[in-house]
């Protein structure tokens, strides 16, 4: 078991970035790779309007870290869209995650 020290608070008064975590490396893949393929127009215009289970909210908040719905959505939508190429991705990327990454498997 680790113990997770407190990290200060920047000076801009924003929360401190979370520690990336094998989804959020999976989301920003995702989005990297429908942008190379031109699948991103580059502009947050479409207003989408739904209704959600709020435990399903809940989950996906407490397993991504996103606390901005705008960017919880996208996140997932990028997800389902994207190729899904991220494990033979990941595994070709040496060295990349921290020596005491825990996967929470």
Request: aromatic letters at 2%.
């Amino acid at each position: 078991m680790t113990v997770a020290r407190k990290r200060k608070a920047p000076a801009s008064g924003r929360k401190p970035a979370a520690a990336p975590n094998l989804t959020l490396m999976r989301i920003a893949h995702a989005l990297e790779r429908l942008a190379v393929a031109k699948t991103l127009k580059g502009t947050r215009s479409h207003k989408l309007s739904a209704r959600i289970d709020p435990g399903l909210i809940a989950a996906a908040r407490r397993r991504t870290g996103i606390t901005n719905d705008s960017e919880l959505v996208t996140a997932a939508l990028a997800i389902i869209a994207g190729d899904d190429d991220f494990g033979p991705w990941l595994v070709s990327q040496p060295q990349r995650l921290p020596d005491d990454f825990e996967s929470g498997l």
